[in-house]
């Protein structure tokens, strides 16, 4: 089946810290792929929609030039989070659809980031 | 806008049936899914389902749609201790439409 691939899966650094995380689609090209964040306990929460060759589509509420995506292929997008400060931490998951009729989204394993 | 909500917690015994109710809000809702995610993992796909289905049967695991109630139930067959973790239902009105969640049923399998 459909693999989304995520890296890296766990992220501790210091405040002011620019992160990067990758999520790839391994057997499907994507178009559009979504990233998540979920805080302890707490369902996940759509923070933008990336979108192949275009500017991310971002949600009320998220700092565009806080948290920058890049879609640059159509199996790679990236989510950076720039000067991360604690407030930040959190577990953060991408996904992304198949291709074809009635393709089910499939996740990452997400990555866990912990700002000190 | 979309809502979706599940009960927080279910206890069951090993080798029980466990049910999982989900209701959701938006009527234009085509897909709906069920996530299961272990502690500190990512979502791992169980089912899902179209709205023009009542219910779909894949090994332990029953989804039944009641599209009328707007009600979602995932159903596994004698479950096991592998089976504790937070199940996540989710619905989106296209494939390509990101998915809105609901909060998580957290199942405790009981030895």
């Known amino acids: 089946g459909a693999v989304v691939s995520q890296h890296p899966s766990r992220v501790i650094c210091k405040s002011g810290t620019s992160v990067k995380i990758e999520c790839r689609s391994l057997d499907f090209q994507a178009t559009t792929m979504f990233w998540y964040r979920q805080f302890p306990k707490q369902s996940l929460m759509l923070m933008a929609t990336s979108n192949e060759g275009s500017k991310a589509t971002y949600e009320q509420g998220v700092e565009k030039d806080k948290f920058l995506i890049n879609h640059a292929s159509l199996t790679l997008s990236t989510l950076t989070v720039t000067s991360a400060h604690p407030e930040d931490s959190s577990f953060y998951i991408c996904?992304?659809?198949?291709?074809?009729?009635?393709?089910?989204?499939?996740f990452g394993d997400g990555t866990r980031l912990s700002i000190l | 806008g979309e809502d979706v909500e599940q009960s927080l917690f279910l206890s069951v015994r090993e080798g029980d049936s466990s049910v999982i109710n989900c209701t959701y809000t938006?009527?234009?809702?085509?897909?709906l899914y069920w996530y299961k995610q272990e502690p500190g993992a990512g979502l791992q796909l169980l089912t899902y389902?179209?709205?023009?289905?009542d219910m779909k049967q894949d090994q332990r695991l029953t989804v039944l749609l009641n599209k009328k109630d707007k009600h979602l139930s995932l159903r596994i067959a004698d479950t096991q201790t592998g089976d504790s973790a937070i199940y996540f239902c989710a619905e989106s009105r296209t494939p390509g439409r990101a998915l809105t969640f609901g909060s998580g049923t957290r199942l405790q399998v009981q030895p």
């Open positions: 389902i179209f709205s023009n289905m």
């Open positions: 938006d009527s234009s809702s085509t897909y």
């Open positions: 996904s992304a659809s198949g291709q074809g009729i009635n393709q089910p989204q499939h």
